[in-house]
């Protein structure tokens, strides 16, 4: 895969904190695009991330995951399954971010299943995707945190 920058972007959190992709320049980013908040394919896939936080953490990387449902109920979903990472609310105008990375389903209104594997200078380094119903495995992830230069 070719490199290129991350878009940058300012998404309020499950708690109405903005929060800046440029922000957090100087370590890895794990950006997961999901569809719905609550819905089973993707709680999956966020279980398995949550589970996998220290060991991404020890990377020194940071999960967001970004839907475009309202940050009130990335709130509660948050609070329901116990996530420690942002949830990121691409709420309004809808869908913009996942637009602009190229992870936006206009027809249905919702993002895919794509993840962003980007590096402490801002570059996309990987990127993780699957079919509507199934879900990213956990392994592509970290296989592509550890292949990382600054890994």
């Known amino acids: 895969m070719k490199q290129r920058p991350a878009p940058d972007f300012v998404l309020p959190n499950q708690f109405g904190e903005s929060v800046a992709l440029s922000s957090l320049l100087g370590a890895p980013v794990v950006l997961v695009f999901y569809p719905f908040a609550f819905s089973g394919v993707c709680t999956g896939e966020l279980d398995e991330l949550q589970g996998a ?21 990335l709130r509660a979903y948050a609070q329901q399954r116990g996530y420690s990472f942002d949830l990121l609310a691409d709420f309004w ?8 990375y190229g992870a936006f389903d206009a027809a249905q209104g919702r993002p895919v299943r794509a993840s962003f594997i980007i590096d402490g200078e801002g570059l996309i380094r990987d990127e993780i995707r699957s079919d509507p119903g199934s879900p990213r495995p956990l392994k592509a992830y970290l296989d592509a945190l550890k292949e990382m230069p600054s890994a």
């Not at 991404?56 to 475009?68: E, H, M, P, Q, Y």
């Not at 809808?94 to 637009?99: L, R």
């Open 53 to 73: 936080q220290a060991e991404i953490t020890r990377i020194g990387a940071k999960i967001l995951a970004v839907s475009c449902d309202s940050k009130y109920t």
């Open 93 to 100: 105008p809808h869908g913009q971010v996942a637009d602009v």
